[in-house]
């Protein structure tokens, strides 16, 4: 079974930093992308950024320029370091990965969040 543990939130002050880190364990076939999503109170889940296995890289634009998405494939790892933090990038933060589990078969699975808050 695969498995998603993300670690690294925590309360920052807006404009510092932080960085989230997400494991993942269990058997694949393939990995297809890692990547994170954000849910603020009363709003629906956000896409911010994915790594593929190769170490393209995609991001939101409300994310561009101030995150940074990375991966340690050995330690099937994928990071996230935010910066310029600001007070609406406070949110619960969720790994999300895609992976073929064999050749045919292909699941998407969700870590199960890490608070991030940004004071003033």
């Known amino acids: 079974q695969v498995q998603l543990v993300e670690s690294g939130g925590g309360l920052v002050q807006a404009g510092g930093s932080l960085r989230l880190s997400c494991a993942m364990s269990?058997?694949?076939?393939?990995?297809?992308?890692m990547g994170w999503y954000r849910q603020a109170p009363g709003k629906q889940r956000e896409f911010l950024a994915y790594i593929t296995s190769g170490g393209s890289a995609n991001y939101a634009d409300s994310v561009k320029g101030r995150f940074t998405i990375s991966r340690d494939i050995p330690e099937m790892t994928v990071f996230l370091q935010m910066d310029s933090l600001r007070l609406e990038d406070t949110a619960v933060y969720y790994c999300?990965?895609?992976?073929?589990?064999?050749?045919?078969?292909?699941?998407?699975?969700w870590g199960q969040g890490t608070q991030v808050t940004v004071s003033s």
């Open positions: 269990g058997e694949i076939y393939a990995l297809n992308t």
């Open positions: 999300n990965a895609d992976v073929l589990v064999t050749m045919t078969s292909r699941q998407e699975y």
